[in-house]
Every structure is written in C-alpha cells, then in structure tokens.
C-alpha cells in the first residue's frame, strides 16, 4: 500500500508536475522537462533537490514516471545514489505508459490509451504487457496532438496553395504561426517547434468545433489511429471476446476534445465488444504514486525498475 512521505515525479518533454507527499498532506510543484535525448536519472535527481531543497524534512520514497524511458536510460541504483542524502531510501520508475495506464484503470485488465503531444497505448492482460506506437513524431505519434496538428498545418498550406478548398484552418495558421510562406522556414529553426506543430490542435479542435469539414475529417481520423493502437494493446495483451476489460484513457487530446474522444469510444465498442469504455479513474500522479502499490504478481511489475537501501 502506498504511504508514507515520497515525492511523486510526472516527467514529460514538454513539462513536468510534481507532488510531495508528507504526513500533514500534500504539495505540488511545476519543473523542468525531462529530456530523453540526454541521461535521464539526473534530470530526475535535479527535479527532486530542487523541490526538496527548501523543504521541511527529508521524503523517504521517490517514484517517477518518464516519457520515453527506456531500459537503457532506467538506472535506479545510480538515481538512489543521487538522491540517498535527501533521506531518500527507495526509488521506483517506469516509462509514463505505465504510470498512465495506473491513473486510468488502476489494477485491471484492459488499455489506456496515453495522448499529448505524442501518444502510447498498453494493453495488460492475461498474455502480460504490450505497448503500441511512442515512437515519436518522426516516425509515429499516430493520432497525437503533433500528428493533428501538422495535419492542421497541411490542410491550411494546401487552402493557402488553392489546392483544396479554402479552409479557417488557412486564417488560423496566419495568427498562429504568421505568414504562411514563411512558416516552414520558422517552423524548421524553432527548437520548440514539436510544441509549436502540437499546440495547432487546438485550432484543429476549434474549427471542428465550428463545423469545418476538413477540421472534422483530421479528428475523426485521429480517433480511429488511436482506436487501431488501443485495440492492438488489448488484443496483444491477450484479451479475448468476453472477458472483462477496461478500456480508458489519459491526456488532454481525449478528455477535452469531443469529437475525437466519442469516436474513439464508438470504435472501441465496436472493436471490442464486452469490454467497458470509461473515464480514468485518476489523475497522472495518481498513476505514478500507484507504481509504490503494484502487487509484485502484477503483468506491469516487470515494467517498473526499482532500488532500495
């Protein structure tokens, strides 16, 4: 059972959240993103001394969940090593597919699937873990909010080019990214331009929301290539017509736009049939605090790299 004072590290590339845990209650902190093209043990160990630094007292467990980790990347011992003189006795990660799929179903069967600015679906059932597509923007994401919104800035470049039929995407690229002649260019020499490509989503929600043909097409597209991904994991995990399975998800891309999470939810169903669609069942540092309370015969156990004094 989780308890205890602990320090809870949700890393992403875009930002991370952060909550402290002591026996008083609780404190949450934003920090740095946690980069997974550079060693990713001493990012989390800075993310925790800075949070702790001014603390009260010192936090006994630290367990984080990363975008992107690997089992190359995942050193527990050396991250317990960084952070021992923060009172800090044991450390457990895993790579944020685990975590998320906590925050969504807890201990059930069935698949979460994960989408920001990328995306990743696991599947645990009978047959163990699988995990779908995290591959990144270059070569997958399918259905994230990059991948909606570099289709956002195709179809406007197409309207712009009079290559289909004009579009609001068109007027929404100008007063998003500026001239649109310009926009591959500033786009190419921006280093924050993965955030800059995803954050167009919102514009693709916005003119879905207003009735745009094209816009809508782009969403409906989106949910089937997650609806594919999240049925892949369930199907790999072993899960078979009639047995129970819980089927959820994680991110802002699912839980704010509509359209695309009630056709995900359709194509489930009809993709699974028995298996229940619902909301998650907590928030991504709940999943994160939950890698503390795997049971060990649980399928993600194997997942989660762990160390203690």
Same mark, same amino acid.
């Not at 800075?46 to 630094?53: G, H």
């Not at 003119?207 to 094209?214: C, I, L, M, V």
């Not at 802002?252 to 699974?272: C, G, K, P, Q, W």
């Given at each position: 059972?989780?308890?205890? $004072?602990?320090?809870?590290?949700?890393?992403?590339?875009?930002?991370?959240?952060?909550?402290?845990?002591?026996?008083?209650?609780? !404190?949450?902190?934003?920090?740095?993103?946690?980069?997974?093209?550079?060693?990713?043990?001493?990012?989390?160990?800075?993310?925790?001394?800075?949070?702790?630094?001014?603390? &009260?007292?010192?936090?006994?467990?630290?367990?984080?969940?990363?975008?992107?980790?690997?089992?190359?990347? @995942?050193?527990?011992?050396?991250?317990?090593?960084?952070?021992?003189?923060?009172?800090?006795?044991?450390? +457990?990660?895993?790579? !944020?597919?685990?975590?998320?799929?906590?925050?969504?179903?807890?201990?059930?069967?069935?698949?979460?699937?994960?989408?920001?600015?990328?995306?990743?679906?696991?599947?645990?059932?009978?047959?163990?873990?699988?995990?779908?597509?995290?591959?990144?923007?270059?070569?997958?994401? @399918?259905?994230?909010?990059?991948?909606?919104?570099?289709?956002?800035?195709? *179809?406007?470049?197409?309207?712009?080019?009079?290559?289909?039929?004009?579009?609001?995407?068109?007027? $929404? /690229? +100008?007063?998003?990214?500026?001239?649109?002649?310009?926009?591959?260019?500033?786009?190419?020499?921006?280093?924050?331009?993965?955030?800059?490509?995803?954050?167009?989503?919102?514009?693709?929600?916005?003119?879905?929301?207003?009735?745009? *043909?094209?816009?809508?097409?782009?969403?409906?597209?989106?949910?089937?290539?997650?609806?594919?991904?999240? $049925?892949?994991?369930?199907?790999? $995990?072993?899960?078979?017509?009639?047995?129970?399975?819980?089927?959820?998800?994680?991110?802002? +891309?699912?839980?704010?736009?509509?359209?695309?999470?009630?056709?995900?939810?359709?194509?489930?169903?009809?993709?699974?049939?028995? *298996?229940?669609?619902?909301?998650?069942?907590?928030?991504?540092?709940?999943?994160? !605090?939950?890698?503390?309370?795997?049971?060990?015969?649980? /399928?993600?156990?194997? &997942?989660?790299?762990?160390?203690?004094?």
């Amino acid at each position: 059972m989780t308890a205890g $004072s602990r320090i809870i590290i949700d890393a992403g590339q875009t930002g991370t959240r952060v909550r402290v845990h002591r026996s008083d209650g609780h !404190d949450d902190h934003d920090a740095e993103p946690v980069y997974t093209d550079r060693p990713v043990v001493e990012q989390v160990a800075a993310i925790a001394r800075t949070v702790l630094a001014p603390s &009260s007292g010192p936090v006994s467990a630290l367990a984080a969940g990363v975008s992107g980790l690997t089992p190359d990347y @995942a050193r527990p011992d050396s991250l317990l090593a960084m952070v021992s003189d923060l009172g800090i006795t044991a450390v +457990v990660l895993a790579h !944020d597919s685990v975590s998320a799929y906590l925050a969504a179903n807890r201990f059930a069967d069935g698949v979460t699937c994960a989408v920001g600015t990328g995306v990743v679906a696991l599947g645990v059932g009978p047959a163990g873990t699988w995990r779908v597509d995290g591959w990144g923007h270059l070569v997958g994401d @399918a259905g994230s909010a990059y991948w909606i919104g570099r289709a956002g800035i195709d *179809a406007a470049l197409r309207s712009f080019d009079g290559r289909t039929e004009p579009s609001p995407l068109e007027d $929404s /690229a +100008v007063e998003t990214f500026g001239p649109l002649p310009e926009l591959y260019m500033s786009l190419q020499g921006a280093p924050d331009r993965v955030a800059r490509i995803a954050g167009f989503a919102t514009q693709v929600d916005d003119a879905a929301r207003g009735g745009d *043909a094209t816009a809508i097409d782009i969403c409906r597209r989106a949910a089937a290539e997650l609806a594919t991904s999240a $049925s892949a994991a369930l199907h790999r $995990s072993g899960w078979s017509s009639g047995r129970d399975a819980r089927i959820s998800w994680m991110g802002n +891309v699912l839980s704010h736009n509509d359209l695309i999470r009630e056709t995900f939810a359709d194509e489930m169903i009809r993709r699974a049939p028995g *298996a229940t669609v619902g909301a998650p069942l907590g928030t991504s540092l709940d999943g994160v !605090d939950l890698l503390l309370a795997l049971p060990p015969e649980h /399928a993600l156990t194997a &997942s989660v790299a762990r160390a203690a004094a």
